[in-house]
């Protein structure tokens, strides 16, 4: 008599925790109309690499707010840009590069070496996703005005353009 009220107690939060997952929405408010992927790469360490997801839209309603991108395991701010009538949202993601090295001090006496840094490790962690998607799927999460919550719209068939590959300094 006395686990009654604990066995509804977790009933309860076991019914109301399987809302919480994200689910996806089969028509969004707008059209998206080819998607592209564009890897790009500095000649110089310092320069960066990365990719530009960029996706069209088209019969943008006003009343949207954009939110994250889920893409290739990150999670990506998406940038309005508007041209000619044309909508599009652009997300960047840049690889964390070591970049130039700093002059290290090397002396016979230790106490002159102080000012030395030690090497950064660089970390390449994916994040954890509330979505399985392949490399050509991402997930668009945005709110409709006057609405509380936010909506996700998978997105399918992202095609992959040739790498950029910036030419490094000239050498004399």
């Not at 107690?9 to 919480?20: E, H, K, M, R």
């Not at 110089?44 to 991108?69: A, C, D, M, N």
């Not at 392949?134 to 719209?153: H, I, M, P, Q």
Request: with cysteine.
């Amino acid at each position: 008599m006395n686990k009654m009220p604990l066995y509804t107690f977790i009933l309860i939060l076991g019914l109301f925790g399987c809302s919480s997952q994200k689910k996806l929405v089969e028509q969004a408010p707008f059209v998206v109309e080819g998607p592209t992927c564009q890897e790009f790469a500095a000649g110089r360490p310092e320069g960066g690499s990365g990719y530009i997801l960029r996706i069209p839209l088209e019969t943008l309603p006003p009343s949207i707010q954009f939110g994250k991108v889920y893409f290739r395991g990150r999670v990506l701010t998406p940038q309005l840009e508007t041209e000619k009538g044309n909508s599009e949202l652009v997300c960047k993601f840049e690889r964390e590069e070591a970049g130039a090295q700093k002059d290290i001090i090397m002396h016979a006496d230790p106490m002159e070496e102080v000012g030395n840094q030690p090497p950064v490790m660089l970390k390449e962690k994916e994040e954890d996703l509330p979505f399985e998607l392949n490399s050509d799927e991402a997930v668009l999460e945005y709110k409709v005005e006057g609405k509380r919550k936010s909506r996700f719209y998978k997105i399918v068939g992202i095609k992959e353009k040739m790498p950029v590959q910036y030419p490094s300094r000239p050498q004399n």
